[in-house]
């Protein structure tokens, strides 16, 4: 069965650094997501990705954050000098369809912040 | 910010009870949808709901949206060990999407 996948599994870095957190899509999906989800907290939305350009993002997404999708195949977000809030799990979805259609979850990467 | 509530936040039952999770908002979404996700993964969908009113079973599992699409419930019939994890509820308004605060199951054998 297709799945989702990120690299790295897990991703420690020092304050003030940039990170780049990379997916891969499900290949004929259409729609790419960012989520994240800091420990014991809720997983909060950050980005929606359509047709090579951002179609939704959050409050969060401030301009420290980025997405591209460099190839035909990953799907990266980068966070630009990392501050110790950022310490999350952040995971990937995609989607073939737009919002009812169903997300399918990465395993997630576990940024921490130092 | 929408803000999705559920309760209860924690819910250890005994296998074969019957449970109930609450998802509640005061804010209006066009569908609602429930996840499940286990410890180091990320959610995996279990349904989603549109019409108000809505009720849709998957098994032993019953997912209700309400009629005023601003709350959900969801039933699980006789619990089983292996329904242990964490529900997430997600609403989705314009397009962006809100996920509950969650309600960590533990079904003891």
Redesign the interface.
């Known amino acids: 069965e297709p799945e ?1 996948t990120q690299t790295p599994s897990h991703q420690v870095t020092q304050m003030g650094q940039e990170v780049i957190l990379r997916c891969v899509p499900i290949s004929n999906h259409l729609y790419f ?1 960012w ?1 994240r989800q800091i420990l014991g907290q ?4 950050l980005v ?1 990705f359509y047709n090579n350009e951002i ?2 993002k ?2 969060i997404f401030d301009d420290q954050f980025s997405v591209e999708r460099p190839d035909g195949s990953n799907f990266t977000l980068k966070i630009r000098s990392t501050k110790l809030e950022d310490s999350a799990m952040y ?1 990937c ?1 995609s989607s073939e369809g ?3 259609e ?7 990467t576990r940024l921490l912040v130092l | 910010t929408q803000l999705l509530e559920q309760s209860p936040q924690f819910l250890s039952i005994q296998e074969g009870e019957n449970l109930t999770v609450y998802c509640n908002s005061s804010s209006v979404f066009s569908s609602l949808q429930w996840y499940r996700q286990e410890p180091g993964e990320g959610p995996v969908l279990l349904v989603t709901v549109v019409t108000g009113g809505e009720v849709k079973k998957l098994k032993r599992l019953t997912f209700q949206f309400g009629d005023a699409r601003k709350d959900s419930s969801l039933h699980i019939t006789a619990a089983q060990p292996g329904d242990t994890g964490l529900y997430l509820c997600a609403g989705i308004t314009g397009n962006q999407f809100y996920f509950g605060t969650g309600t960590s199951l533990t079904v003891i054998p």
Do not use: L, N
């Open positions: 989702v997501y989520y809720k997983v909060e939305f929606s179609s939704e959050s409050e995971f979805a737009w919002a009812q169903t997300q399918y979850f990465g395993p997630g």
